[in-house]
């Protein structure tokens, strides 16, 4: 049995462990990785790199390499490919389930301001502060480039390119996150909002935590969708339980 991830996150790498390490009989796992970092964490198994060539260059490789199960554990806000996996998972008659974190869910204490867009989130922005932690990564900068009243703090795994805000200072980094660390970012560049996706998870959500603790604003973008009819697991250990029903 051939299991394709499309991968570039956490959950899709422990998925990648969980299947590799659970020595079902004939099972191969490739995970698929855009290669827009350049220096990824590499998960266990067989690993590609690159785009597909849209939903039916990705429908052609499900039936070149005979997968049997397609899991799309791509980022939350990876919104083209997963409509790519949902068309090509149709195509070629293959199952498809969609690993997705859930979203992060305010608490008490917690000055949140929701944006369906990065173009929305920047509008919002003049309104709440002038020292911006901006963590909503490196792609779509140019949705903030316009507000040069505003001082960012742009936190990426791999530098920006323009167009950017022009009073901006960037932070390299990569999570899991501190609430410690995030607390000492706040301080030190004087932040006073936040803008982040709702990405879910543990391993960036102590920025929230420190932005509430120092009543900062957060500006929230929501997720896209999942495509129609796509089944979803909340977690790895679902999503390898899925796999193993195919298995047989
Ligand atoms: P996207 O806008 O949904 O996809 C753009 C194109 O990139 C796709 O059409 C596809 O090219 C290619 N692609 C995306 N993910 C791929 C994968 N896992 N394997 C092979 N090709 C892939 O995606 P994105 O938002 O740029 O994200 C790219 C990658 O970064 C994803 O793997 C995602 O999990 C990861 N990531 C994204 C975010 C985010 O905020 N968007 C955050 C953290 C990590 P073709 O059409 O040529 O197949």
Redesign the pocket.
């Known amino acids: 049995m051939h299991v394709l991830i499309?991968?570039?996150?956490g959950e899709?790498r422990r998925l990648a462990g969980l299947l590799h390490g659970a020595e079902v009989a004939g099972l191969r796992v490739t995970?698929?990785?855009?290669?827009?970092?350049a220096a990824p964490r590499m998960p266990d198994g067989e690993v590609?790199?690159?785009?597909?060539?849209?939903?039916e260059?990705?429908a052609q490789w499900l039936r070149t390499h005979e997968v049997d199960a397609l899991i799309d554990?791509?980022?939350?806000?990876?919104?083209?490919?997963?409509?790519?996996a949902a068309a090509a998972a149709a195509a070629a008659h293959v199952p498809l389930l969609a690993l997705r974190r859930p979203g992060w869910v305010p608490g008490e204490g917690d000055r949140w301001h929701p944006a369906d867009s990065l173009d929305e989130a920047a509008a919002l922005l003049p309104a709440l502060g002038r020292r911006v932690f901006l963590t909503?990564?490196r792609?779509g900068l140019a949705a903030f480039a316009h507000l040069d009243q505003l001082w960012f703090l742009m936190r990426s795994v791999d530098a920006p390119e323009p167009p950017c805000p022009v009073r901006m200072e960037v932070l390299l980094d990569r999570g899991p996150f501190t609430l410690e660390g995030e607390r000492e970012v706040l301080r030190r560049a004087a932040i006073d909002v936040l803008v982040t996706?709702d990405?879910g998870g543990a391993a960036t959500s102590p920025k929230l935590t420190a932005a509430r603790e120092a009543q900062i604003p957060v500006v929230v973008v929501r997720r896209p969708p999942v495509p129609d009819g796509v089944a979803v697991a909340a977690t790895p250990e679902e999503a390898a339980a899925w796999v193993r029903q195919f298995s047989g």
Not at 31 to 37: C, N, P, T
């Open positions: 499309l991968g570039g996150t899709a995970s698929s990785l855009a290669g827009r970092v590609r790199v690159g785009g597909f060539g849209g939903a260059g990705l554990a791509t980022h939350p806000f990876a919104r083209t490919i997963s409509f790519n909503t990564g792609m996706k990405s």
